[in-house]
């Protein structure tokens, strides 16, 4: 059995795991910095960077504490090397490389986005165990159902969070194609500035999905750029769909502001338009490369649209 320290800090979350034998999840430990930057209307990188020093010690030892795991039963260090914050990323290298040197581990150096990727072959456990730092035998086998043989390649995966939304073909372990991205915004950041657009609070991604709930999505014609453009048929572009929300929600909020039922209806509009652009050209790559598995990862993928 082979047991890793994981620890993440590209951004405004400080994150700790224990993983076994590359699959597993024995625990996962996360501080969130959403109050701190609320105020922002975003993240702001220094207060960031400063909350990861305070709280990474304390997240690596729950960490720690969850999974029942030693420091002496550990067999390496893994790290977010980038791309990320600089100065978010620094806390976690500098806090991963004292940890390797001291206890003698090798450490390995993490891409952010090969992570997105390797996500899909991690295996979580019930939060119940997790808790309590102990692990049943339920739950030290990989459910089968989650596996992704090695003969299924390849394999598409869409990469959609706040500072990414790329479409990558994975040929195999560790090589990669980069079909297409976004030309400009990335899917996550369009829903923070929509949000902040309808006076959502942050983060924007959970409230415009909460407000669409009662909206109406065919309310709004709003764009899907580059659908059918066969010079990029495997980009995004979501910097026309921001400029487009602008324009109704001045045009809706001319007489005084925005009625509720105006934010949900925009919101609505809004995630059908960025759900349809990610769905229609992740089903055109995957037919264009006959691929078995469509991957799906990044914080956007937790939408429910």
């Not at 295996?123 to 159902?145: C, I, K, Q, Y």
């Not at 950041?189 to 924007?204: I, M, N, S």
Request: negative net charge.
């Amino acid at each position: 059995m082979t047991l890793l320290l994981a620890i993440e800090t590209s951004c405004d979350e400080t994150a700790a795991a224990v993983i076994e034998d590359g699959r597993l999840i024995r625990s996962n430990v996360v501080a969130s910095q959403i109050d701190l930057h609320r105020r922002y209307g975003g993240v702001f990188p220094e207060v960031a960077s400063r909350q990861h020093v305070l709280s990474i010690v304390p997240v690596i030892e729950e960490s720690l504490g969850k999974a029942a795991v030693a420091w002496t039963d550990l067999d390496a260090i893994a790290v977010t090397e980038g791309p990320g914050l600089v100065g978010s990323l620094l806390v976690g290298v500098n806090a991963a490389k004292a940890i390797a040197f001291m206890r003698g581990l090798p450490l390995v150096a993490v891409n952010h986005l090969e992570g997105h990727v390797y996500s899909n072959w991690l295996t979580p456990v019930a939060s119940t165990s997790d808790e309590l730092g102990v692990m049943s035998d339920e739950f030290r086998t990989p459910d089968s159902s989650l596996i992704i043989p090695n003969s299924s390649f390849p394999i598409l995966v869409l990469i959609v969070s706040g500072g990414h939304t790329e479409l990558v073909l994975m040929e195999e372990h560790g090589r990669y194609r980069r079909l297409g991205g976004t030309l400009d915004d990335a899917a996550g950041e369009a829903f923070d500035k929509a949000a902040r657009l309808l006076g959502l609070p942050y983060p924007g991604g959970p409230m415009v999905q909460r407000a669409a709930e009662g909206g109406n999505p065919q309310a709004f014609a709003l764009p899907r750029a580059l659908l059918k453009d066969p010079a990029h048929r495997y980009n995004f572009s979501f910097s026309g769909l921001k400029t487009a929300v602008l324009r109704v929600v001045r045009e809706q909020g001319a007489e005084g502001g925005l009625e509720d039922g105006a934010v949900r209806d925009i919101a609505a509009s809004f995630q059908a338009a960025v759900a349809d652009a990610l769905v229609t050209k992740t089903l055109a790559a995957a037919q264009d490369f006959g691929v078995a598995h469509v991957c799906v990862c990044g914080g956007v993928a937790a939408n429910g649209e």
